[in-house]
């Protein structure tokens, strides 16, 4: 199951205590900073799963100071892996503090607490900074396969690619998104959407998100419907519904199983596609090229 959103708590080391200071005597030595808490970008889009079980994540405190003036060992940082498409959220105003969106980006979230002094009465040092976040994923993909349940999009997607999504014969097969990739660029099939897809009906918007950050859409429709403009139309009006801009996004139409149609469809320019005819998929490779 894919996580596409959570809710967590981050939170930076303590600082660590300072160490007396004796009148006479060696000198107490300043206690350790506490541990940063770093959000790195991956290609891995399964890692908000990380957050079923566990929401609050804290940096290693820093050690209290030592005699001689020693200071005590800073508290090791944290670094979360998230999936890049990930926005993080601040819980109470709503706002977007910050996107991943390339893999390898680093940034800090939270910093930690400063050690305390060490002297006759010493300083318990700082607590870290605290942060509760909403993490939210939309994928980045070159292609988003759209289109109605049961269009053929996870079947195409298998083929194309090295995905394994799982495919049957009947509506909502996919419930959550799946990604392949060809020849190095990332392809997401989105699951099916449906009329009213806007205002919830179906799987509802959770999946209209993913479409937002995809660069071109593959728009799939059966070659066995006994009406494409209708099934076409379906898809665009909630695709505009949703967000009007999605709709100035280049677009492949393409008409799926084509092997269940004895004459040729005749629909706009799309192109005619069956994952049983190995010519009509080197076609629609070239496209995507």
Not at 63 to 75: C, D, I, L
Not at 132 to 155: E, H, M, Q, R, T
Request: glycine share 14%.
């Amino acid at each position: 199951m894919l996580i596409d959103t959570a809710e967590i708590t981050l939170r930076g080391g303590h600082g660590g205590a300072g160490m007396p200071k004796k009148v006479q005597g060696p000198d107490g030595g300043n206690g350790g900073r506490g541990g940063d808490v770093y959000l790195v970008g991956s290609s891995d889009l399964t890692l908000l799963n990380q957050f079923s079980e566990q929401d609050v994540f804290i940096a290693e405190n820093g050690a209290m100071g030592a005699r001689k003036n020693r200071t005590g060992k800073q508290g090791e940082d944290l670094t979360l892996y998230l999936p890049i498409g990930t926005s993080v959220i601040d819980k109470k105003t709503r706002e977007i503090i910050f996107e991943l969106d390339k893999v390898g980006q680093k940034i800090l979230v939270c910093k930690g607490g400063r050690g305390g002094w060490g002297k006759v009465e010493p300083d318990k040092g700082e607590v870290g900074e605290e942060k509760k976040v909403i993490l939210n994923l939309k994928l980045i993909a070159d292609f988003g396969l759209i289109g109605l349940p049961n269009a053929g999009k996870s079947s195409l997607l298998n083929e194309l690619t090295n995905a394994k999504a799982k495919t049957a014969n009947y509506a909502f097969t996919t419930l959550e998104p799946n990604l392949g990739v060809l020849e190095g660029r990332y392809l997401a099939d989105i699951p099916g959407l449906i009329e009213g897809a806007s205002n919830g009906k179906g799987l509802g918007i959770g999946f209209l998100k993913h479409i937002e950050k995809v660069k071109i859409l593959i728009h799939c429709i059966d070659a066995s419907s006994n009406d494409y403009e209708r099934d076409y139309q379906t898809i665009r009006n909630e695709l505009g519904k949703y967000n009007k801009n999605l709709l100035a996004k280049k677009e492949i139409v393409i008409l799926t199983k084509s092997d269940l149609v004895t004459t040729k469809p005749n629909f706009k320019h799309a192109l005619l596609v069956s994952i049983h005819d190995s010519q009509s998929l080197e076609k629609l490779k070239t496209l995507l090229h």
